[in-house]
């Protein structure tokens, strides 16, 4: 009797938890994916700074000067086709997990629903209780009633 009612308080608890683990695990493997991602970007941007310095360092004369200014208008160019990309890229993975929340909710929802199916009482054996009680004499309850 007792190992039942174990069992069946540890079944309660998993599922009343599954919901929150989930939404965890989808959470952080969102966040680890973002994370990556941005720092792969910094990356990127940082070696496109560097770069820039290292050629900045190497220039002798004039002509290097306008060699430098001609690349410096390119790589600019470059840097902004590619933060479009990477802004674009994030908005992508944060609509892909909009709607893996949304799944999830959806899916929680439908689960607590079933569940509170499962619990009510069935119409049939509530309605005779109602009814049973209705046809029972009013009692009067007031105090006037109970002076004696």
């Known amino acids: 009797m007792q190992d039942k009612m174990l069992d069946e308080f540890n079944q309660q608890t998993r599922r009343f938890f599954e919901p929150m683990r989930k939404l965890n695990s989808l959470m952080l493997g969102n966040m680890e994916k973002m994370t990556e991602y941005q720092l792969e970007a910094m990356k990127r941007y940082s070696q496109m700074g560097t770069e820039r310095m290292r050629s900045a360092s190497e220039i002798r004369d004039a002509q290097d000067l306008q060699a430098f200014g001609a690349q410096q208008a390119e790589m600019m160019n470059e840097l902004s086709r590619q933060m479009m990309e990477d802004a674009q890229t994030l908005g992508e993975m944060s609509q892909q997990f909009r709607t893996e929340l949304e799944q999830l909710f959806g899916e929680v929802s439908q689960e607590l629903s079933d569940q509170a ?24 309850s007031s105090q006037a009633s109970r002076k004696s």
Request: hydrophobic fraction near 30%; charge should be positive; glycine fraction near 0%.
């Open 117 to 140: 199916k499962q619990t009510q009482p069935s119409e049939a054996s509530a309605k005779p209780a109602a009814t049973s009680k209705s046809d029972a004499p009013a009692k009067a």
